[in-house]
């Protein structure tokens, strides 16, 4: 059974930074083809915040480019989002997503506030 656990997420002020990390198991991060960050904010849906392809490509939703980057690890079997320059509408919980080709998985969320 595969799951992916997110942590890192907590209260900072506009602004700050934050790094998320998820960590998967039962699963090396190289058996997933794409590893990615969403998030879902009170009253919305869910949105894809990045993407890290196994070639290595990214692609990052246009409201967090220049401010997040995602990233892997793959000896510690973690995918990283690092957040910079946080704003009040970055509040959300965050989800960790895993894609095989067969199977999708989805981390239970860490939450993000930010808030003077």
């Known amino acids: 059974q595969v799951q992916l656990v997110e942590s890192g997420g907590g209260l900072v002020q506009p602004g700050g930074s934050l790094r998320l990390s998820c960590v998967a198991s039962?699963?090396?991060?190289?058996?997933?083809?794409?590893m990615g960050w969403y998030r879902q904010a009170p009253g919305s849906q869910r949105e894809l915040v990045a993407v890290l392809r196994s070639g290595g490509s990214t692609n990052y939703a246009d409201s967090v480019k220049g401010r997040f980057t995602i990233s892997r690890d793959n000896a510690k079997n973690t995918v990283y989002l690092q957040m910079n320059n946080l704003k009040s509408e970055d509040t959300a919980v965050y989800h960790c997503?895993?894609?095989?080709?067969?199977?999708?998985?989805w981390g239970p969320g860490t939450q993000v506030t930010v808030s003077s």
């Open positions: 039962s699963r090396t991060m190289s058996d997933f083809d794409t």
């Open positions: 997503h895993g894609a095989t080709y067969l199977s999708t998985y």
